[in-house]
């Protein structure tokens, strides 16, 4: 078997940048986790306790999938689909509910939010897809139906629970795929123009709450206690840390609880109220270091799947971190996007990892794979 076989360039061309990128956000969202935590003070075991153990944990899921090449992994991706979808289906039958929806369910003591791990089998899918059917000219809307209903299936289960967050994220990445691997103008022009039509209809399938979201984002003044309370918030803590920050555990905004969900959507807020504009800098250009050096992964590999897996991965991380800055920041929606590596949670955090042991395991082969 491929991923038995012993090669010592596997140890020597380990990428240690990537790694080292990794584990310094992760190091720095379990700071800004101690810090969104600290006023609380009542937890038998505190969050950031629990943050260092889901690194870990995603570490082992990360160095597992890095020594079985990534070739092996993703014949199974079809059928790792179909888990995945399943376990969206037992959300419905046997999941629980937190604050007013239906993501988690518990295996073994361990709650588990299977629309995390949608994110990444819809890119093993779509990757095992485009690699199956090579084509040297733009797919036409035809060939691009069995990657419609790749996407098509999970977000309407996802956006059921409801998380229109995650459902989004996923339609952003299979279109971001789509488009790299090429499709015609005439089929994307058909795609866009449906998409407007369908935009009203969409509308009326928002629940309340998420339709109240999106009129605030248009005018967060409009209701500042309620449904704009959280940007307003939002965006007082991060202008307030100015341009050096208030300093560690003193950040008025976290430390007194007026910001919302501090520790998993608006965690950079908490980081930009102490660190102030130097620090969130830092920590975009900490972020934009490994997302170019994921399409670095992606320019480099030796076949077409290693590039649709890494570009997926590394599209992922983009939306995610664009999206959730930009939500704190009041210029997008807010939606629940978790912030990579920052934000708390156990799903997202193993994910994360093990699609970090994907791009590894791309990494490497380029220095083993012949083309």
Request: net charge positive; with cysteine; proline share 4%.
């Amino acid at each position: 078997m491929i991923f038995l076989k012993f090669d010592r360039r596997i140890f020597q061309n380990f990428d240690w940048t990537l790694l080292a990128l990794v584990l310094g956000i992760c190091t720095v969202g379990i700071i800004n986790i101690y810090s969104a935590g600290y006023s609380i003070g009542d937890r038998p075991f505190p969050l950031y306790l629990k943050q260092i153990q889901w690194v870990f944990l995603g570490m082992a899921f990360m160095m597992l999938i890095y020594f079985i090449d990534y070739r092996v992994i993703n014949e199974a991706a079809y059928i790792i689909y179909g888990i995945s979808i399943a376990l969206l289906v037992v959300v419905f039958l046997y999941g629980y509910t937190t604050r007013g929806s239906q993501r988690w369910i518990s295996i073994l003591g361990f709650s588990f939010q299977p629309a995390e791990l949608m994110k990444l089998t819809v890119i093993m899918a779509l990757a095992r897809y485009f690699d199956d059917y090579k084509s040297n000219e733009p797919y036409n809307l035809k060939e691009l139906l069995i990657p419609f209903l790749i996407v098509i299936l999970p977000f309407l289960l996802i956006l059921k629970q409801p998380d229109l967050g995650t459902a989004l994220i996923i339609v952003a990445v299979s279109a971001s795929i789509i488009v790299f691997i090429g499709v015609n103008w005439k089929s994307l022009a058909i795609v866009g123009a449906g998409a407007l039509i369908l935009m009203p209809i969409g509308w009326r399938f928002l629940k309340a709450y998420q339709k109240e979201r999106l009129m605030t984002f248009l005018n967060p003044d409009n209701d500042p206690l309620g449904t704009g309370y959280h940007i307003i918030q939002s965006m007082i803590a991060v202008g307030s840390g100015g341009i050096i920050g208030k300093g560690f555990l003193s950040g008025s905004q976290t430390q007194l609880k007026f910001l919302p969900e501090q520790q998993t959507d608006f965690v950079f807020s908490v980081f930009a109220e102490e660190w102030g504009f130097i620090g969130a800098f830092v920590l975009i250009i900490m972020f934009m270091c490994l997302i170019f050096w994921g399409l670095k992964i992606a320019l480099h590999s030796r076949d077409l799947l290693g590039t649709l897996l890494s570009f997926g991965i590394t599209a992922l991380i983009s939306w995610e971190v664009f999206i959730n800055i930009g939500m704190v920041l009041g210029i997008v929606p807010v939606v629940g996007i978790p912030l990579p590596f920052l934000s708390y949670g156990g799903s997202a955090m193993i994910v994360l990892m093990a699609m970090i042991g994907l791009l590894m395991n791309v990494s490497v082969r380029r220095f083993i794979l012949q083309r």
